[in-house]
């Protein structure tokens, strides 16, 4: 398995996929599937050749034909999975497993968003790790990186906790919507200051805007929405508190 970034990412962009099965619990089609380095044509085959025969990977699969249309969400669940990779890995926070779209022809259902599978504990999800105040800290940063993504549906088990001792946030095609859409189980912080490190870096996307890749995934609405969203969360510098108890996603986990 490849723990190297780059190179994982350039295996996502260029390998072959073969699907390995459906992703249970999945309202959408959602499929595992390993990636390997192989012989591929037209652009991709000089950027292929880097591999050199090394290791394969399993990534999950999310083919836009198999998106399910939501009354209240725009179409392209796939794009927002990648930007919101794109942003995670631009404040510097890694907490989203590095994620591709994908166009061509080499991907078994068309194309859709390829993310590295994350081995992880799958008796743990935010309500068994809330309970270790040890993963407070990294639990802070996803509350806080669900506030400027406006996270529709961050669910328990959208917080995994990888083998590698780190937690991580997947299922992320929910966001990046422009109208207040936040729908979460991580309440347990709310009233608390937000820490200076994560009020910095969301301050450098409120004065900076959107990092480039972004401008591909998202519309300019969606990138002012983000902008705004950052600047209100530097501005009040705690997390919020839902004194509605309505905004929770269903199930829970």
């Given at each position: 398995?490849?723990?190297?970034?780059a190179?994982?990412?350039?295996?996502?962009?260029?390998?072959?996929?073969?699907?390995?099965?459906?992703?249970?619990?999945?309202?959408?089609?959602?499929?595992?599937?390993?990636?390997?380095?192989?012989?591929?044509?037209?652009d991709?085959?000089?950027?292929?050749?880097?591999?050199?025969?090394?290791?394969?990977?399993?990534?999950?699969y999310?083919?836009?034909?198999?998106?399910?249309p939501?009354?209240?969400?725009?179409d392209?669940?796939?794009?927002?999975?990648?930007?919101?990779?794109?942003?995670?890995?631009?404040?510097?926070?890694?907490?989203v497993?590095?994620?591709?779209?994908?166009?061509?022809?080499?991907?078994?259902?068309?194309?859709?968003?390829?993310?590295?599978?994350?081995?992880?504990?799958?008796?743990?999800?935010y309500?068994?790790?809330?309970?270790?105040q040890?993963?407070?800290?990294?639990?802070?940063?996803?509350?806080?990186?669900d506030?400027?993504?406006n996270?529709?549906?961050?669910?328990?088990?959208?917080?995994?906790?990888?083998d590698?001792g780190?937690?991580?946030?997947?299922?992320?095609?929910?966001?990046?919507?422009?109208?207040?859409?936040?729908?979460?189980?991580?309440?347990?912080?709310?009233?608390?200051?937000i820490?200076?490190?994560?009020?910095a870096d969301?301050?450098?996307?409120?004065?900076?805007?959107?990092?480039?890749?972004?401008?591909?995934?998202?519309?300019?609405?969606?990138?002012?929405?983000?902008?705004?969203?950052?600047?209100?969360?530097?501005g009040?510098?705690?997390?919020?508190?839902?004194?509605?108890?309505?905004?929770?996603?269903?199930?829970?986990?």
């Amino acid at each position: 398995m490849r723990t190297d970034s780059a190179a994982t990412l350039s295996l996502l962009r260029c390998g072959e996929v073969e699907v390995l099965g459906r992703m249970p619990w999945s309202s959408n089609a959602t499929l595992l599937v390993e990636i390997r380095p192989g012989t591929v044509t037209g652009d991709r085959e000089h950027a292929a050749a880097g591999h050199g025969g090394a290791d394969c990977l399993r990534a999950v699969y999310k083919p836009r034909r198999g998106e399910r249309p939501l009354w209240d969400f725009p179409d392209g669940l796939d794009r927002r999975e990648v930007a919101a990779y794109e942003l995670s890995s631009w404040l510097g926070w890694d907490i989203v497993p590095e994620t591709v779209l994908r166009d061509d022809e080499g991907l078994p259902f068309g194309a859709g968003s390829l993310q590295r599978f994350v081995d992880f504990d799958a008796e743990q999800h935010y309500f068994t790790l809330v309970e270790d105040q040890g993963r407070h800290d990294a639990l802070r940063t996803i509350c806080c990186f669900d506030l400027v993504v406006n996270s529709a549906d961050r669910k328990g088990g959208h917080c995994l906790a990888g083998d590698d001792g780190r937690l991580w946030a997947v299922d992320n095609g929910l966001t990046f919507h422009c109208d207040a859409k936040l729908r979460t189980v991580i309440w347990e912080f709310g009233g608390q200051p937000i820490p200076d490190r994560l009020v910095a870096d969301l301050r450098r996307l409120a004065e900076e805007g959107p990092p480039p890749p972004l401008h591909a995934l998202l519309s300019s609405a969606e990138r002012r929405a983000l902008v705004r969203r950052a600047a209100a969360v530097v501005g009040r510098r705690a997390f919020p508190v839902d004194h509605s108890g309505r905004r929770y996603p269903w199930p829970l986990v």
